[in-house]
């Protein structure tokens, strides 16, 4: 079993910067964010594969998001530049227990362990 912690999330401003960090407690393989609000659908955000050489992004967060890996591959980071008030949500990070490539990355179904999520809220 793997448990992933979330942790960075806070209240900003739009255009502030904040940096989510996804701790994982085992052996995993590829690494998402998805983001809720309530009453909707868990979006994709982001994802990342176990070596950290592919890398995948929903199109209203390419070129202000971005995903990495840290070198011992048991922290994941998503580093959220020129927030906007719709990037508001809970952010979850999500962890695969087999290896998955492609679209699936994009298919929350595909993830086998999430975390608790954290809040970002983006306000003026």
């Known amino acids: 079993q793997i448990q992933l912690t979330e942790s960075g999330g806070g209240l900003v401003q739009p255009g502030d910067s904040l940096k989510l960090s996804c701790a994982a407690s085992?052996?995993?393989?590829?690494t998402g964010w998805f983001r809720q609000v309530a009453g909707q659908e868990r979006e994709f955000v982001a994802a990342?594969?176990?070596?950290?050489?592919?890398?995948y992004y929903a199109d209203n967060v390419k070129g202000r998001f971005t995903i990495s890996r840290d070198i011992d591959r048991s922290t994941v980071f998503l580093l959220m530049n020129d927030l906007k008030p719709e990037d508001t949500a809970t952010y979850y990070c999500?962890?695969?227990?087999?290896?998955?490539?492609?679209?699936?990355?994009?298919?929350?179904?595909?993830?086998?362990?999430w975390g608790q999520g954290t809040q970002v809220t983006v306000s003026a």
């Open positions: 085992g052996r995993h393989y590829g």
């Open positions: 999500a962890a695969a227990g087999r290896h998955i490539g492609g679209s699936y990355y994009y298919n929350p179904s595909e993830y086998d362990y």
């Open positions: 990342i594969s176990r070596t950290g050489g592919t890398s």
